[in-house]
């Protein structure tokens, strides 16, 4: 399993009023295994169950609010 960490700056604020991640196909594979978890204050890392979407060689991660946490994918 790899991971890609995130912050809540790289997140963008979309048409649909949704923040965003946005990713290439290239930098985390085509598997469907796409876990997204959410860092708490005390540094625990905890699954959420974010929107996640692909259109062409994109893939988008989109939650009501931005946070830190990371991508966990198998490449």
């Known amino acids: 399993m790899l991971s890609k960490n995130f912050t809540k700056t790289e997140f963008v604020l979309n048409s649909d009023n949704q923040y965003q991640l ?3 196909m290239e930098e985390i594979g085509q598997g469907s295994n796409l876990t997204i978890e ?3 204050e005390e540094g625990a890392f905890e699954t959420v169950q ?3 979407t692909r259109l062409n060689d994109r893939i988008f991660v989109k939650w009501s609010e931005p946070f830190d946490g990371r991508l966990i ?3």
């Open 22 to 24: 946005e990713y290439r």
């Open 38 to 40: 959410r860092k708490k």
């Open 50 to 52: 974010a929107i996640i």
């Open 73 to 75: 994918f198998e490449n």
